[in-house]
């Protein structure tokens, strides 16, 4: 069960109000790296943990980014909160309010117009959060390693947002919650590397044949040669014959189809036929008039 | 540039049409874990990556994820072949089709009326493909991290694949595509650890003060601490005063409004105030009714 | 700040396993009405909020959504606790873990393959939860209404679900998440209600001559005329033409362009006219072929 | 069935071209709270009517509605209409251009270099209108509270609108549409309560012993009672062991899973069991180099 | 402006409820290829179109969509009214409710559940509209090849729906509204030929050493020539060096970036590097365990 | 299988740094329109194509557009470049990088904050691409109509952002893109075409009494009549009441149901009828407030 304090995890002292500085934060409240995908990511794979530790420590870091979400959700609030009763009250001249509201770039004329100066649940472009951002599957030592990218991106779009802060109260708040992303991550790795063993995830051993091989794709230009490829550990493939096929069949695809099926493919077949004979007068050349800007004729 | 040739990296040999089986497969291509994914990640990495051997094993892995979306949409297609034919030609009782189309479970009927049999960019429940499944964020100790948890998690869902295809020929390719996402695993950690440092990702470094802190946020079950809070390497703050204000300050929120602004907001409160003391008759009250089955009279 | 403490708001006893009772579960939990759009609504709206009686009640409210958000993730996890195992493990005929995986109706499959039988943030269709489903606009008079609403609409499904579910440990904790829409309900009401006047939401009033006047739109089938648009208090116009141009106006659309815009709208409007006095071969004709199953020659 | 008249309901007259003026009118065109909203809001509601006059009311104000979503598409083009022809015949100075694209302000960019100067379909942001806005559930005494609450949305949306716009034809016409809000309300109203009883909504009626009880979830600021939890009328609950297991039982979650099911579940539980007891390298520390800018050694 | 008349264009008569079937019929409701689809298409088509023989065609046509969305949307509500009061009412056993929605097969237990058995704005798969479906782009010459399109598309799965429905009263409506894609089709053709020219659409000529040319980028297989490739009409280019660089130059990707921006990117690519020459052991390497089940040590 | 190589199909040589640029060439990187778009509805239509011809042609040209999604992408990534750099670096002023990221105009802070200066697969505005995009069916005559407009707005597109772009070496690309769009049509133009007949597209004819019908459904301003509504080829039917149930019924719809299921269904029906004699007492009366700022008292 959820206990809410009305004091925060972080104290935030914003120095003026700065609409379109409060957009962007909203990168960390309603974007794909931000808090609430945090927190929603944590508490969905407590929900389903059987293992004691990592429920409790999911449960912890969850409710902690919940907090964060709360301190990031009120920088916003705080830098909005001037231009909210303008535009509430109407007042001022309605060139003014526009000019305002249009001037202060990037979007931030949709938190106003739309979202009153709230915090809308939105990244800086004005996207609806959605939960395609978390990708939790429901296995830890695939989660774990989610997590630590998760926390990895958020450490860094914290450190983008701190770069462009002038608010010294802002900044301030933005280094504790860049700095919790840092501990975060680390204990998700003790927890990642206590389990034994965790690579590959999950249960199935790959095909000895394929694991160890590094198909050089791209090819054409600078090729460099690393620990990622390089030949005392993989075995490189770079013909181009070789990628192909690689189980010793034709590459193809194909499939037993009963005859009445076949049958029916093959009416299909017919009927829809691009026939590779014919010379066809086309929509495109009816189109191109008296004096066409096209060609191909 | 890239060059396509016919031949599939991998030979797909399917036993026979099975729709449930092709709309589970679907996961894979169209699905937040699966191979458009993943080739779309790793290629908007490289685009914008300057480290030549970095980009060269993004273009390497992004081309070959290509080459499984493609082995992975010809399982589809092979499992949906025969009965493909049978709506689009029409000659069954419409009763027989309609069972066939509503019997095969799952959602696989999205993929014969909307799709007509084919390979649609949705996940096994015709949720269509999104960007928001890529979280590319340019920056590649971030990036790194991403791509070595993707493809845990892509491992993870053939693991599932497999346990549940009795299809022998489906099988047998899925071994190998699961096998490929160890092997890409692989490579993406020996990139990211031949940049040294790599933790915490990016520049700044955290504060120090809140670093090593671990805040147990969940309490009231069985507390098991491991390496991830144990007090050997980490301060625990376990009191819930202590976990507020951590910065020292009262954990309030504010901003310096101009006053003007502070006038508006005024005047936007007073006009809108609940009034604490009002007894207000409400719509919920009008609505109970002469025998009200609700209660807070 | 958020706390947490593990025992849950409700104790959830589930009979036995039943993913396919869990997927209809999901609708509450990451669905369009489910906990966390409430949730989320009442916290995003307590963060903009300044009237601190209104404030304190959104984050009690907010908060308390949070545990149900909890109380009805468990009971989907403990619905799918037996079917998680199954897959992971691998240990059963793949025929079998298919038929299980495919049998068990509605979207169930989803959560199995991709989320590993966890709780996954969508609804029973495996749609990802969106912000697009939380309707805050930042104006109490406006949000206390869709609070109001969404709280009956939580209500309706929560009973629609306690119709279906057999399991008697389910319906019970269903039923106190049922009650407690309906007593926060009744709080948003005189919150609402609390503000005097309240209505018409903010704070210009309507143009008078169109407030009372309603347009009959709908005809041709039984006209039912009840207080929403009875003569006694309402102005009916069911003239089609009156119902034009309202404003005495005629009816059209109209812009003062510059000479330059002008001149550039006409060249546009020469370049691409359809020309009523053509008689074009068209696309389609050339389609028909030799025998033409369609018309119009 | 639907028939259209070229005249509007409310004439457009618009003094001169503005490409971010219109690109904020969007938000009531294909907006969350625009008149696409409401009238497929309303449309789908009544044609899963059965009451005679619900449906007709419905059927009127939806088609009101479409006529609206006409109204304003048509200021959005006439506002749109000098930068139409501007891009589409490129006869100025690609500088010239580009400049004025990027700064009229705000989104409208999108409108012009997508969508050609049209009406797209698209929020002030540019985020395509979903039907995820559209939160009809097929129960009345709901329905008619979420078309409420919508109505006070669209008003003060409208409200704004007019509050930013100097243009007076565009003003007025805003009012107009503003006030039809406020007409349309009054109606869903006196539906809604020509329904006795409607509250609560549906059919069951709440669990007695917790349709009072209001839950203090957020302590530690001000505590403000009111109407909506004073003791009078409710029983607050504020002790937090009391808020715990509500039901009297341990606030835990069971489920009886069979024999075969427990044994997978601790098969799995052992392969996956993050050890507590260990004390792992991991992947971070690799990272932090000879000189880590981390810590946590 | 748009009126209403409660006759539907055409009169629907439904043998017996039959939710699975209401479920497939959502395709052309609220599915890409639906009524909803083509009804906004052409509407806002319509608006932002100045040619007065177009503008009266689209809103005609856009009206009747309109007047056909009202046909598909009756046929799925009575589909589905048998089905509707059984869930409300609740007055069977949970057991018979939850067999009845589950085994409908599809995803009909979604209309039911969440929609209550009324018409929701989805397509078959509960995947909610959206305006990313709508293709319009505000020039003549593509949006009514877009419009052919679309009206191909939706002949198509308005016969596939044909093909599966026992029902008569619901085929013959289906026969109608599939028709009536078909006779539209012919307008729009009618419509973009007589444009002239309307190839290229646009403006622009395209670039003549470009126009006529096929690179043959697929190869390995079988290689069909027909009209859209053949050596009469194209040059066609399947030398692979041939097809890169087709300007001539080298290939590559320059940009002249500033003295200022190269010493930071270099800064950046220090800090950044993977480095080649290392040999790091990774977090892979670590997780092997002491009986590792991948490889690469 | 695809093989790439590092040479791009077109050199790309940009003058100078410019994120307001790279934002509005995503449209066609992550656009509706863009490249991706092109790229996976190709080659989705190949995996599912049994015909030689259209399989090697769609192949064929999906491998070019993934080729021109390099080429787009490389623009916006050269055009990035210098921004990228300057907030990863952080070396300047915050305010400074704050003006830099705003002041660009659009939404190129987006790209910046959240992607790094990447390349995201997002439209100009940050929406993220969605395969509700792709309107491919699985049917040729359908398929290659949806092909010939898809590549008809994106060469629109690509001529609007060549008409804005001031750089050389941008536009010069951006050209071949354009031509290429041109050369792609003209192919699908004769494979559609080598398919007699081909309209109306599918297998089941039309129902002839209504192909040839034009319903005249928008009326009372200029009607203009052209080649796709004159007599000589339709019969247009003008009078309203014969526009109405076209097959002589009464344009009803009706269902037979079963004599539990009326039961049920007139039990809801009571349960909540809205009493059209009823004279309630609204919330919104409750609401005017003792100075009523509304009406309909």
């Known amino acids: 069960m959820f206990a809410h304090n009305k004091r925060l995890q972080y104290t935030v002292r914003v120095s003026e ?3 379109g500085l ?4 909203l990168e960390q409240f309603g974007g794909p790296q931000g808090e609430l995908a ?9 929900l389903a943990e059987d293992d004691p530790g990592r429920k409790d420590m999911l449960l912890d870091i969850a409710t902690e980014e919940l907090s964060h979400l709360e301190v990031i959700g009120n920088i916003v609030a705080m830098l909005n909160k001037g231009a909210k009763g303008r535009l509430a009250e109407g007042v001022d ?8 509201i249009t001037g202060a770039g990037n979007d931030s004329h949709l938190t106003q117009v739309l979202y009153g100066g709230g915090t809308p649940l939105t990244n800086s472009a004005g996207v609806p959060w959605t939960a395609a951002y978390v990708d939790t599957i429901g296995e830890p030592t695939a989660d774990l390693r989610s ?11 914290y450190e983008r947002l701190i770069n462009l802060t002038p608010d010294p ?6 280094g504790f919650l860049m700095t919790r992303e840092i501990a975060h991550q680390m204990s998700f790795e003790k927890a990642l590397y206590a389990i034994q063993p965790n690579f590959p995830p ?3 051993a790959g095909r000895p044949e394929f694991t160890n091989v590094y198909y050089n794709m791209s090819q054409g230009g600078p090729e460099v040669r690393g620990p990622w490829n390089d030949d005392s550990k993989w075995e490189v493939v770079s013909d181009r014959l ?7 069949g034709d590459g193809s695809a194909s499939v037993q189809v009963s005859s009445d099926e076949e049958a029916l493919l093959n009416q299909m077949a017919a009927r829809t036929m691009s026939d590779p004979d014919a010379d066809p007068l086309t929509g495109a050349e009816l189109g191109m008039g008296p004096t066409p800007n096209g060609s191909a004729h």
Chains 1, 2, 3, 4, 5, 6 share one sequence.
């Open 17 to 19: 109000s700065n609409p």
């Open 38 to 46: 945090a927190a929603l990511r944590y508490f969905t794979q407590a």
């Open 202 to 204: 999950g249960k199935l």
């Open 93 to 100: 001249q309605e060139a003014d309010i526009y000019r305002s």
């Open 169 to 174: 109260g802002v900044k301030e708040a933005l």
């Open 147 to 157: 997590n630590i990218a998760a926390e990895a991106r958020a450490k860094i779009v």
């Open 22 to 25: 409060a957009n962007l934060m």
């Open 242 to 248: 070789q990628q192909q096929g690689v189980d010793g």
